[in-house]
Nanobody, 119 residues
Framework: QVQLVESGGGFVQAGGSLRLSCAAS????????MGWFRQAPGELRELVAS???????HITDSVKGRFTISRDNAKNTVSLQMTNLTPEDTAAYYC?????????????WGKGTPLTVSS
């Protein structure tokens, strides 16, 4: 099993920046891709950004140019640098990691960290 713990959420004014971090522990050798989803109140959870173990990234269009994802394989961490935040970015942000050894394609999830962007 892999445990994921997010940190860095909070309150920020529109136009501000914030960095989210996620630390993995446990059977980290199982981790493949990592990334971030978010879920706003009343909305479905959506993918924000992902990064493979070799550093290939994907950023969803709505945050492209504002958010950057990075990963430190030695420290088993993934981070999301967010800039030029808007109220539409308000959501709970969840870190995830894929299990590269599970043929069913299992994922691990953190408990989430909240972000509120005020206008």
């Amino acid at each position: 099993q892999v445990q994921l713990v997010e940190s860095g959420g909070g309150f920020v004014q529109a136009g501000g920046s914030l960095r989210l971090s996620c630390a993995a522990s446990g059977s980290v050798f199982r981790i493949g891709d990592m990334g971030w989803f978010r879920q706003a109140p009343g909305e479905l959870r959506e993918l924000v950004a992902s990064i493979t173990s070799d550093g290939t990234t994907h950023i969803t269009d709505s945050v492209k140019g504002r958010f950057t994802i990075s990963r430190d394989n030695a420290k088993n961490t993934v981070s999301l640098q967010m800039t030029n935040l808007t109220p539409e970015d308000t959501a709970a942000y969840y870190c995830y990691a894929s299990d590269r050894l599970d043929i069913r394609g299992a994922y691990y999830w953190g408990k989430g960290t909240p972000l509120t962007v005020s206008s």
